[in-house]
């Protein structure tokens, strides 16, 4: 079973930056491509950005493409999302996820596993 922990989520003013974390049990986590999602109140859990099991690949979503950056530590077993210029629009619920082995392409997959969530808040 794999477990998927986020954290650092938070309450920040528009303009403000917040890192969020995930950790990943399991020795198989550098195998596989992860991603974070969101969900705001009301709206549908979307895509918001992908990165590859070496890290040398990613993709994002247009609304916060140039604001946020995903990274890994594959020896942490650990997927990060730097969030800059924050806008209240980006508040919502986000979701560390992994992309199943057999699925091709970083661009909004359909994940195995879900984190449990973490919010963030974006006050203007």
């Known amino acids: 079973q794999v477990q998927l922990i986020e954290s650092g989520g938070g309450l920040v003013q528009a303009g403000g930056s917040l890192r969020l974390s995930c950790a990943a049990s399991?020795?198989?986590?550098?195998?596989?491509?992860m991603g974070w999602f969101r969900q705001a109140p009301g709206k549908e859990r979307e895509f918001v950005a992908a990165i590859s099991w070496s890290g040398g690949s990613t993709y994002y979503a247009d609304s916060v493409k140039g604001r946020f950056t995903i990274s890994r530590d594959n020896a942490k077993n650990t997927v990060y999302l730097q969030m800059n210029s924050l806008k209240p629009e980006d508040t919502a619920v986000y979701y560390c996820?992994?992309?199943?082995?057999?699925?091709?392409?970083?661009?909004?997959?359909?994940?195995?596993?879900w984190g449990q969530g973490t919010q963030v808040t974006v006050s203007s």
């Open positions: 399991g020795r198989t986590f550098s195998s596989y491509a």
């Open positions: 996820a992994r992309r199943p082995r057999k699925t091709q392409g970083l661009a909004g997959f359909t994940p195995d596993y």
